[in-house]
Nanobody, 115 residues
Framework: QVQLVESGGGLVQPGGSLRLSCAAS????????MAWYRQAPGKQRELVAA???????NYADSVKGRFTISRDNAKNTVYLRMVSLKPEDTAVYYC?????????WGQGTQVTVSS
């Protein structure tokens, strides 16, 4: 049974930055392509960024150049560094594996970008 615990969200002004963390337990973290997703009010969950076990990354067009995904396989943790935040980045952010996400999503971490 995998457990995912996201943290690091908060309220930030436009142009600000945050670093999100996601700790995973109970599964073979290092073998999975991990991803960050987000869900804004009234919208479907969308894929934001992904990273392979070897560190190859890809990003949604809306966050390219502003977000950086990374991982520490020894700590079973994936990170999302976000800079130049915009109001449209406001959402609950979740981590999970990219391919066939685990059924047990974490509680997510709220990111609110507002002046």
């Amino acid at each position: 049974q995998v457990q995912l615990v996201e943290s690091g969200g908060g309220l930030v002004q436009p142009g600000g930055s945050l670093r999100l963390s996601c700790a995973a337990s109970g599964s073979i973290f290092s073998l999975n392509v991990m991803a960050w997703y987000r869900q804004a009010p009234g919208k479907q969950r969308e894929l934001v960024a992904a990273i392979t076990p070897g560190g190859i990354t890809n990003y949604a067009d809306s966050v390219k150049g502003r977000f950086t995904i990374s991982r520490d396989n020894a700590k079973n943790t994936v990170y999302l560094r976000m800079v130049s935040l915009k109001p449209e980045d406001t959402a609950v952010y979740y981590c999970n594996r990219k391919n066939n996400p685990w059924a047990s999503w974490g509680q997510g971490t709220q990111v609110t970008v507002s002046s």
